[in-house]
């Protein structure tokens, strides 16, 4: 690796200040990614700011409404081991479970993996189908951002200079409501989604009130494909409605082909797998109260 | 240039300093500086878990953490699994099954192992496979760690009870 000084700011007033002074500056959650990035040289900063001693960036807590507030830093294995992420939000466990091995889960964060902006990031997809919000610092003050909009390209977020993701913030779920994130991989564990599909879906009375579907894998960015959820509101819960959702779905993605799979492949995942998250999803909201 | 730095650190329960650049890997610092051989290079990239080491009580990736970042942090590495000549029970299963050939991935796996018995004595084949899937074997095809993990395992539990 290239020289780089490093920091470690102990509050975010110190850390934001730190990224203002340094615009060539990256920030260091679990580096997981990052230090890979900067082995292979794809990135060089001049300096390194750790930000897993911010306060607010290593919080995990639910508030009065019941929503998750999620720190930038927190890593993946306190997300599966926290009792009440796994009762209320058991896709969000289950996916921090899968990215990388142990070793990685160890080290390696949500809002890292979202701030990396890869195509393929196993809990984007999720997040976006869950209604997840950003909370983003910077020296303007702060601004709220919906996840779907916060990856612009392959390996580029929409932080501004001098800004920083501080949190994630999931509602609490809706009663009758279900999530589910499904990914294919060749391999049973640690790889790269050749798709993911993350769906969320709230039941009234066997209708669909609400859906959220997005993709991972078939875009340039994760992507939500809003149009196939909506298209399901008010829609009878029978596999009709859940077939043409799919194949809304299919329709808005456009892969590439590459080593994992070629472009038709993994359209014809997408169906499948958007419509197998939709069942699973339907499966607990008919469980959950 | 920025200078070197001076850390701080545990490492397999003694109070332990070096000076390193903020570009070395904790991996860099334990082989080059301390000397601390036992924990292997692989792929340099997060993938193959040979570099593995226990960092304030959890598996990571050495290749994967800076040096600097060990400050203040309890490491644990394969030189600290054996009391003296007593090798840990996993140790010596490995010896028994002939669970490593060229032993690059042993460290690792065994650091691995260890974490996973301690937390769950008796997992199933499944679940080991799962719990070390961030560890790669080039040489052995794998089922003679997995025996090996599960006889270390059914010693363990006996010993307790
Ligand atoms: S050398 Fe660190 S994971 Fe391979
Ligand atoms: S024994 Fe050679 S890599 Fe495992």
């Known amino acids: 690796m290239k020289w780089f000084d490093y920091a470690a700011p102990a509050s975010l007033a110190e850390a ?11 920030l260091l959650a679990g580096g997981t990614d990052l230090l890979v990035q900067m082995k292979n040289g794809r990135r060089q900063p001049d300096v390194v700011i750790d930000i897993k001693k911010v306060p607010e960036l290593n919080a995990l807590s639910i508030d009065a409404a019941g929503a998750l ?9 306190r997300v599966y081991q926290d009792a009440a992420v796994r009762k209320h939000w058991p896709a969000l466990a289950e996916t921090a479970e899968i990215i990388g091995g142990i070793q990685i889960q160890g080290r390696a964060s949500i809002g890292g993996n979202l701030c990396n902006a890869a195509p393929s990031a196993d809990s984007v997809p999720l997040l976006i189908a869950m209604g997840g919000t950003c909370r983003i610092a910077g020296p303007a003050g702060e601004r709220p951002l919906a996840v779907e909009d916060f990856c612009i390209a392959p390996g580029r977020n929409a932080l501004a200079a001098g800004e920083m993701l501080v949190s994630l913030h999931i509602p609490a779920p809706a009663a009758h409501s279900g999530v ?3 990914r294919f991989i060749p391999r049973n564990e640690m790889d790269i989604a050749v798709v993911g599909v993350g769906a969320q879906v709230v039941l009234n009375n066997g209708n669909f009130q609400s859906a959220r579907i997005a993709l991972a894998s078939v875009a340039p960015t994760p992507l939500f494909v809003r149009a196939a959820g909506d298209g399901l509101a008010g829609k009878p819960v029978n596999e009709e409605s859940i077939q043409a959702a ?5 329709a808005a ?6 080593m994992r799979g070629t472009a038709e492949y993994r359209r014809h995942l997408c169906g499948v797998l958007t419509l197998r998250a939709l069942e699973a999803a339907i499966r607990q909201a008919k469980g959950s109260h | 240039m920025p200078g070197k730095i001076h850390v701080n650190t545990t490492i397999n329960g003694e109070a332990t300093e070096f000076l390193c650049e903020p570009r070395q890997t904790l991996l860099e610092c334990l082989r080059d500086t301390l000397n601390l051989t036992g924990t292997k290079e692989g792929c340099g990239d997060g993938n193959c878990g040979s570099c593995t080491v226990v960092m304030d009580g959890r598996i990571v990736t050495s290749c994967l953490v800076l040096g600097v970042e060990a400050a203040g942090a ?8 054996a009391r003296g000549n ?11 099954h002939a669970a490593l050939q060229c032993g690059i991935c042993t460290p690792g796996f065994l650091l691995a192992a260890r974490e996973l018995l301690e937390n769950e004595p008796d997992p199933s084949e499944e679940r080991i496979r799962w719990f070390l899937a961030n560890n790669l074997c080039r040489c052995t095809g794998y089922d003679k760690i997995v025996r090996a993990v599960q006889d270390a395992a059914k010693q363990m539990r006996e010993a307790k009870a």
């Not at chain 2, 309890?74 to 600290?80: A, K, L, S, V």
Request: charged share 15%.
């Open chain 1, 16 to 26: 934001l200040q730190l990224r203002a002074a340094h615009p060539q500056a990256l």
């Open chain 1, 253 to 258: 993605a456009t892969p590439i082909t590459d």
């Open chain 1, 69 to 77: 507030t999620l720190g930038a830093a927190v890593a993946c294995h």
């Open chain 2, 74 to 81: 309890r490491i644990d590495t394969i030189e600290g699994m």
């Open chain 1, 246 to 250: 799919a194949e809304a779905a299919a």
């Open chain 2, 86 to 96: 007593q090798l840990h029970p996993l140790q010596q299963s490995f010896l028994e």
């Open chain 1, 180 to 182: 589910h994130y499904l």
